[in-house]
């Protein structure tokens, strides 16, 4: 089939590329003409496993084409992806302008009817707010459009895999003709007949996806729901990680058990700094927003928000007025994206205190680098800790647990290793002379001098009494 994506962020392109792969012919469009033209160079703008690959096969396959005029990609394709980004507004609210603007380009722009599918994620009843703009806005009366919901659930840095193997794929619509056409242009997903260049024709030997066909309202929905329950589980786990530190418990244990639960399940609670990246947090809010209008009492989210922000500050306690090395600045590993991370905040923070910083991370020290020019950013771990006097472990990769950390304890001035990731094992830490903070697990050696005193306080009063 023929399919226009309209917006080449992460989500779009991710979109474009798979669809292609899947057999269909894909144009996609941005309105920012430098990243088309690094796209129609081959360049792909973000770092995502397997994307560049795969948009560079698929190129040269003549399934894939990029352009920025978007009147020639909304007239090329008969089902029509909107994937534009619907950042939050100062009240927490999705923005959903661009949203809009697309509406009425397709509406002036085409010349026959169209599926219209809302990729983006949008708060519910957008969709019905899409179908009155292309309505009022249609300069043909015989161009039909059709509009349908199908929500992404992509992780960064395991998108490409996600798109190709979902556990779960939603088709909100409204008739019976969009849900065909979404079918088809599905059927090669559905059915797990398409060529994966993932896991070279190999792939894991997991249940095909699940279809659920539901009304648009349910479909966007599900989308805000799924990210606020993730939200929600993360926080939850970091509850339960500072009583840990109170009564003497470890968060990984109690958690592991927990997760053995089928009803729990074992993700999403991994405790640290808390949740980042540019979903979750805005999704949250937006969700709030959304139940407050709609009157309903979402306290509970918003608790999840405030635990969420308080993680960041806690792990500052130890690094006022210190040298600070940071490890890790994207949102979470395999991923170069460091829009809300924890690690921003940090920085922040940090600068503003007058620390001197250095950073490292695999893949997101360019984008740092243009948010924060004063952080030097390093070419290896042990750079960083050259010197410092406390080290931040703000993102999860793999790299810094297989780092040679007796090397890293000889180069630092004072050995005070902030584990916001809780990556590393901490008896090894303490053995090794560091002192040693993460979170919910417990310190057993009295080289840990940031924690033990709370933690022995809160046992003689919460335990024994
Ligand atoms: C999230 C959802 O997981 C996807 O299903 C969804 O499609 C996507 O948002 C989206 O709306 O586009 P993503 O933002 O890529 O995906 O990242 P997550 O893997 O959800 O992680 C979010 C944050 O939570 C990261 O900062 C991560 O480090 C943190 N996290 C995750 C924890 O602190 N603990 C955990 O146990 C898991």
Redesign the pocket.
């Known amino acids: 089939m023929r399919i226009s994506v309209i917006g080449c962020g992460y989500?779009g392109l991710v979109t474009g590329t798979c669809l292609a792969e899947a057999g269909h012919e894909v144009i996609c469009t941005d309105n920012d003409p430098e990243r088309i033209a690094s796209l129609k160079a081959g360049v792909v703008p973000i770092y995502e496993p397997y994307l560049d690959a795969m948009l560079a096969a698929n190129q040269r396959a003549q399934r894939l084409s990029f352009t920025s005029d978007a009147g020639e990609t909304v007239r090329a394709g008969e089902a029509i992806f909107i994937c534009v980004g619907t950042p939050p507004l100062e009240n927490g609210e999705a923005d959903l302008s661009a949203i809009d603007d697309v509406a009425r380009m397709i509406a002036t722009e085409a010349r026959e009817s169209k599926l219209v599918v809302e990729k983006s994620?949008v708060p519910a009843q957008t969709g019905q707010q899409l179908k009155r703009v292309l309505e009022v806005y249609r300069r043909n009366g015989t161009v039909q459009f059709r509009v349908a919901s199908n929500p992404?659930?992509?992780?960064?840095?395991t998108?490409v895999e996600?798109f190709l193997h979902p556990d779960r794929i939603v088709f909100g619509v409204e008739d019976e003709v969009s849900e065909r056409q979404l079918r088809e242009i599905y059927r090669p997903i559905l059915e797990r007949k398409f060529r994966c260049s993932v896991h070279m024709n190999a792939c894991p030997a997991t249940q095909p996806p699940t279809l659920v066909v539901t009304t648009i309202n349910s479909a966007e929905l599900i989308?805000h729901a799924?990210?606020s329950f993730?939200?929600m589980?993360?926080s939850f786990?970091?509850m339960i990680a500072d009583l840990c530190e109170k009564v003497g418990a470890d968060i990984k244990e109690v958690t592991r058990a927990m997760g053995m639960d089928q009803r729990i399940g074992p993700?999403?609670?991994?405790?640290?700094?808390?949740?980042?990246?540019?979903?979750?947090p805005k999704?949250v809010q937006a969700f709030i927003r959304l139940a407050e209008r709609s009157g309903v009492d979402f306290n509970m989210l918003k608790e999840a928000e405030r635990v969420n922000k308080e993680k960041i500050r806690r792990a500052l306690w130890g690094v006022k007025d210190k040298q600070g090395g940071v490890l890790g600045l994207a949102?979470?590993a395999n991923?170069d994206d460091i829009r809300f991370?924890?690690s921003l905040d940090v920085l922040r923070k940090l600068l503003a205190e007058g620390a001197e910083v250095r950073a490292y991370d695999q893949e997101a020290m360019d984008r740092t680098s243009a948010v924060f020019p004063q952080v030097r950013c390093c070419r290896e771990p042990y750079e960083v800790a050259q010197d410092a006097d406390a080290l931040l472990i703000l993102?999860?990769w793999e790299e810094f647990r297989q780092l040679d950390w007796k090397r890293v304890h000889g180069l630092m001035a004072r050995p005070l290793v902030i584990d916001g990731?809780n990556l590393l094992n901490p008896a090894a830490m303490l053995e090794s002379g560091f002192e040693y903070y993460c979170f919910g697990r417990p310190m057993e050696s009295a080289a840990a001098p940031l924690v033990l005193p709370q933690i022995s306080k809160t046992n003689a009063v919460g335990i024994t009494a």
């Open positions: 989500v994620t992404e659930f992509l992780r960064e840095g998108a996600d989308k799924s990210n993730l939200a589980k993360i786990a970091n993700r999403f609670l991994d405790a640290g700094l808390g949740f980042g990246g540019f979903c979750l999704d949102f979470k991923t991370a924890p993102t999860e990731r």
